[in-house]
């Protein structure tokens, strides 16, 4: 069975003060793998897809990293805009496969 | 270009009645899932419609069926509705024939069972 953790549940920041959150998963092949962002209220806002270990996206103060086992979403200098929950997501090897979600880390960045 | 539009935001229910939700996916999105998010949780995956058949499912009760019409917009039914049913109800639109098979998903629909 698929899986999905994420850590920390949470996580509160300065302004300025880098940090990474965390996805560990397991799946039985992986066709991709997914971060989302979700504001209070919303649904998850796409963010990036990776496909294989050792590749990275980046967007704005975001980066994403991708292993075998687990993905890392680097956040660089935050500013308050960034506090949301930011969820990961795991789609299977068949084609159109449903997505497995993490519980999410809820980020919250101080000024 | 309109996203995924979802009806109505908020719900209030009591136990045994039944919902009704509905979603228009985005323009150009042939593929419907419906996720189930309770408070501090990620997404639980509900079923998928395409071609306006249930393609897959998770684990859910019967409880739960779905229907697709054919301009690709689709609803989400509940029967006797109970307190743990209280929870976003997330719809999710995707292209089956695209490269990136990301899901745009609505803002949600807020079911209260009282």
């Known amino acids: 069975e698929d899986q999905v953790t994420q850590s920390p549940e949470a996580l509160r920041l300065q302004e300025g003060e880098s940090s990474s959150l965390n996805c560990s998963y397991t799946?039985?092949?992986?066709?991709?793998l997914f971060w989302y962002r979700q504001d209070p209220g919303k649904g998850p806002e796409f963010l990036f897809t990776l496909y294989s270990a050792g590749e990275e996206k980046e967007k704005e103060r975001l980066k994403a990293t991708l292993t075998k086992k687990e993905s890392f979403l680097h956040i660089t200098a935050p500013k308050p805009e960034d506090s949301a929950t930011y969820l990961c997501a795991v789609q299977g090897p068949l084609y159109g496969q449903n997505f497995v979600f993490g519980p999410g880390t809820r980020l919250s960045v101080l000024p | 270009d309109a996203g995924v539009t979802q009806s109505p935001t908020h719900l209030i229910k009591t136990r045994g009645q039944q919902v009704t939700l509905r979603c228009s996916p985005k323009?150009?999105?042939?593929?419907v899932s419906w996720y189930q998010q309770a408070l501090g949780q990620g997404p639980q995956f509900i079923f998928q419609?395409?071609?306006?058949?249930?393609?897959q499912r998770g684990n859910f009760p019967d409880r739960f069926s779905g229907h697709q019409f054919p301009n690709y917009s689709s609803e989400l039914n509940v029967n006797a509705l109970w307190l743990g049913d209280s929870a976003l109800y997330l719809c999710a639109s995707s292209l089956a024939s695209g490269g990136s098979e990301k899901l745009f998903f609505g803002s949600g629909t807020q079911l209260s069972v009282l």
């Open positions: 799946v039985s092949g992986l066709r991709g």
């Open positions: 419609y395409y071609e306006e058949e249930e393609r």
């Open positions: 323009s150009g999105h042939d593929t």
